[in-house]
């Protein structure tokens, strides 16, 4: 790792830390978001009237991620593409040297705050993917287990365990298949989606093999899958239990089935939102911090499932996000408020709002995150990411 | 015109010859004629005409008779008592279109006959089509789409109006727009009223397979516009820059060592590298080091033994040719231009190429396609 200490960096990062101490300061439910023009990143409290920016000694690549915590945002510049800067908005920049790979990065994501996964393309339907600690201290990028071919792969809370999903649906931990989504039960094949895993734990009870609460998958068009709080096994499928159903305001229908087990743990929920143009690639899913809560959004439908002792899962609320929001990531601020990111604003978006069956009302539309010239200027803010305390 | 040397229009006689075929045209507005622009004629030509001219006097005189656009018409005049030694003069003119005018001068015997033009100055709809670009949140069609060839994608194109008047901009002009396309065809957003300047907006969008070109007129009577405004919809720019990666085929040589395979869905009597088909399923083609047999992912799980890396829509990979696209952004098939990269064909998808992504084959070229970085570049799309 070599750090450096640039005159515009460093100007930049004294008044982002001015900027952003006050939102440490402050309640939970803010989030930051970040984001780049191509040559520098900008950070604001999302809802602000105005944006930091974080002047860059190179021009950003498209790849951008703030922390979980937000208390540090990493980025690939266009000139060297193997290595991970990374600008602090408590301490300075600094820059760390992946291992030399063949192929230049091409995307990176914060699995914890000091845990970058780096993304590799490789082709159509796979990438590599290698995780880093990264230690302030050593001024070294760790790897952490072995690099991975998949369609996605996330680590285990723990960072002991990587788990990974490949073009054939099939999701492996530490290097075993421990589930296979059912073709059959997929319309559209899967790798026609984008696919996100959820974060994987050990359980106490089983080490090594199995994981704990919370794996997300999100499958094909018009099915989410979710497997939580349960031992993976090859035997884990498709459930026919009973389905709840409902139908929006649209009359789009949204059904549920879940799979009574033992524990009645493990379910797979299925989602038909929209007809079949919907924009598969603008689903996005937020899971509250219990693990209680899921909320959905593909294309401009949305629904928010609770888990209800005994019932199960149950749609809690369903409907429209307005008609030009482009969900792309979500996160809980509060228990009942999310923050879509869209392609270029971000939204706030209360699950009151659009509770069934009485008719949606608008969400609270903020204004763009980002004004680089203070004056509305329009210049397209790439690659945003947000992180909610 | 040339042998009219004097202007001298007192009384004007309007004659309707022929109906106008056309859409419905008005002569409401500022007509000049070419060459005299002493001969301003205001209002509707029904009404008041002023005449400029006589060594600078303004001579105001009132039509004969009113017209119904479309027509032929005669104008006969008189000298002004004001203005001697003007002589009677008189034009026989027939609309072109509705903002052009043209005929015969037939003016005293000393000066004979000779051509004449009438223009329209105002109001006219000014209509200039912008570039046609594909908007970021278009996506391609279901419908008409096949297994190897995609459904239309939207085209859109803004129009930028401007209403003027004898060069004057006009304020709160309404405006309706009409293209040449059957209905359905393309989609016009009508313009709101013209602001302060004269200005105003509409948008045209298609979602098509290969319209051709549309061709948008203001039918507004006191508004109608010059010229029809054309809009290729093809090539048209997707506004958002496309993220740029290539792709090659697994090299067997590459995949030697680790643990082995000889239950290959598909490849029944083969033992090969679980790294190997890792990366075949990721590329989605690999060469066998005998260097002719191609093992290509199917999907599901499955391979399949192939004489060439083979793409999504079935065909052979070929450098300079193929590329990846997301088939909602991009129609499999399509013909696109990659700045940098020159014209590909979207011949591949994947999980991998997701919205305002491209990757660019470069067949067995690994070392070219790591230094390749990923730029971001501008793509359009040709044709389907």
Request: include cysteine.
């Amino acid at each position: 790792m070599r750090s450096y200490l640039d005159l515009t960096v460093v100007c930049a990062v004294t008044s982002l830390l001015l900027f952003l101490s006050s939102v440490h300061a402050r309640a939970d439910g803010v989030c930051i978001g970040a984001a780049t023009d191509g040559n520098s990143a900008f950070v604001s409290v999302i809802g602000a009237d105005s944006s930091t920016g974080l002047g860059m000694t190179d021009a950003l690549r498209r790849t951008l991620a703030i922390a979980k915590d937000g208390s540090k945002i990493a980025y690939v510049s266009s000139t060297d593409a193997q290595a991970l800067n990374i600008v602090s908005i408590q301490n300075f920049a600094t820059r760390f040297d992946i291992p030399q790979s063949a192929r230049p990065i091409s995307g990176v994501e914060w699995m914890s705050p000091n845990i970058v996964r780096i993304e590799r393309h490789l082709g159509r339907d796979g990438s590599e993917f290698t995780f880093y600690r990264l230690s302030d201290q050593s001024g070294a990028a760790i790897p952490i287990g072995e690099t991975q071919i998949a369609v996605d792969c996330v680590i285990s809370t723990s960072n002991e365990q990587i788990a990974c999903i490949d073009a054939a649906r099939e999701v492996s931990v530490a290097g075993s298949v421990i589930f296979k989504i059912p073709a059959e039960a997929i319309s559209r094949p899967l790798n026609d989606a984008s696919v996100a895993v959820g974060s994987f734990a050990e359980s106490p009870s089983i080490p090594g093999v199995s994981v704990e609460y919370r794996g997300v998958k999100l499958g094909a068009a018009d099915l989410v899958f979710h497997v939580s709080d349960q031992e993976f096994a090859p035997e884990v499928g498709l459930s026919s239990g009973q389905e709840f159903e409902a139908r929006d305001p649209a009359g789009d229908v949204f059904y549920v089935t879940p799979d009574f087990g033992a524990d009645m743990s493990n379910i797979t929920l299925h989602f038909r939102m929209g007809d079949a143009d919907s924009d598969i690639s603008s689903a996005a899913l937020a899971e509250s911090n219990d693990g209680e809560k899921i909320t959905i959004v593909r294309g401009k439908y949305a629904a928010t499932l609770e888990l209800s002792t005994p019932l199960g899962w149950q749609i809690a609320s369903s409907g429209h996000l307005p008609s030009d929001t482009k969900a792309l990531a979500m996160r809980f601020s509060s228990p009942y408020d999310l923050i879509i990111k869209g392609a270029e604003d971000f939204f706030r978006l209360t699950t009151s709002d659009y509770k069934v069956p009485a008719a949606p009302s608008t969400p609270v539309v903020l204004p763009k995150m980002i004004n680089v010239a203070g004056d509305g200027s329009s210049t397209k803010m790439r690659s945003m990411d947000m992180a909610c305390n | 015109m040339t042998s009219k040397t004097i202007a001298h229009v007192l009384t004007v006689t309007f004659l309707i010859v022929a109906p106008f075929p056309a859409l419905g045209c008005s002569v409401i507005g500022h007509w000049i004629e070419n060459g005299y622009s002493d001969e301003l004629i205001e209002g509707d030509l029904s009404g008041i005409r002023t005449f400029i001219g006589c060594g600078g006097a303004e001579v105001t005189d009132t039509f004969t008779a009113s017209v119904a656009m479309g027509s032929s018409f005669h104008i006969d005049g008189q000298a002004p008592p004001a203005c001697p030694g003007y002589f009677p003069y008189e034009e026989d003119l027939t609309f072109s279109d509705c903002n052009h005018a043209s005929g015969l001068a037939h003016n005293d015997p000393s000066t004979g006959s000779g051509p004449v033009d009438w223009v329209r100055t105002g109001p006219i709809s000014t209509i200039t089509p912008l570039e046609t670009v594909i908007k970021d949140s278009a996506r391609v069609s279901t419908s008409g789409a096949t297994s190897t060839h995609g459904g239309p994608i939207g085209t859109h194109s803004d129009l930028h109006i401007l209403v003027t008047d004898a060069g004057v901009s006009v304020y709160g002009q309404s405006l309706s727009l009409q293209s040449d396309k059957p209905a359905g065809v393309d989609t016009i957003t009508q313009p709101l009223p013209t602001d302060e300047f004269g200005a105003t907006s509409a948008v045209v969008e298609t979602q098509i397979k290969n319209p051709g070109v549309s061709h948008i007129i203001s039918t507004t009577p006191d508004a109608q516009s010059p010229t029809e405004a054309s809009i290729t919809w093809l090539p048209a720019r997707y506004e958002d820059l496309f993220e740029t990666s290539c792709y090659v085929y697994a090299l067997y040589s590459d995949y030697l060592t680790g643990p082995t395979n000889s239950s290959i869905p598909g490849l029944p009597g083969y033992t090969l590298t679980t790294s190997f088909l890792k990366a075949v399923m990721s590329y989605g083609s690999g060469l066998l080091t005998d260097g002719v047999t191609y093992i290509h992912y199917l999907g599901s799980g499955n391979y399949g033994t192939d004489i060439c890396a083979r793409t999504k829509i079935g065909v052979c990979a070929v450098e300079g040719i193929s590329s990846a696209v997301d088939k909602t952004v991009v129609p499999l098939s399509g013909n696109i231009n990659v700045a940098t990269f020159g014209t590909r064909v979207a011949q591949d998808a994947g999980s991998k190429i997701n919205v305002h992504h491209v990757d660019i084959y470069f067949g067995d070229r690994v070392t070219d396609c790591n230094n390749m970085g990923e730029p971001q570049n501008t793509v359009y799309f040709n044709n389907y």
